[in-house]
């Protein structure tokens, strides 16, 4: 695997050594596969915060790739795509726990 590949390690995780990676997702063989570090909350409430934060970050960044996007706008389609695959998915989660 080519380091092109890979995401940078955000600097307050570098230098926090409290800091613990949750979720990885990859695209590969025409499919999603993550790694997701399960038991970091009890409350599943929690990863309803990291996925609205998450969401908040995309948008984020495509704004700050393209000065034309609204973050807003973006937001709101991505949401309207989220809320699609929760009532109807286009595949179903699969995999294994493995320590």
Request: hydrophobic residues 45%.
């Amino acid at each position: 695997m080519g380091a092109e590949k890979v995401l940078g390690i955000p600097p307050a995780a570098q230098r926090d050594k409290a800091s613990f990676e949750v979720m990885r997702v990859w695209i590969a063989e025409k499919g999603q596969h993550v790694s997701i570090q399960t038991g970091a909350w009890e409350d599943p409430f929690a990863w309803g915060i990291v996925l609205a934060d998450l969401a908040r970050h995309i948008a984020l960044a495509d704004q700050l790739q393209n000065k034309k996007s609204d973050p807003e706008v973006f937001l709101a389609r991505l949401l309207e795509g989220f809320q699609a695959e929760i009532d109807d998915p286009t595949d179903e989660p699969e995999g294994e726990v493995t320590q």
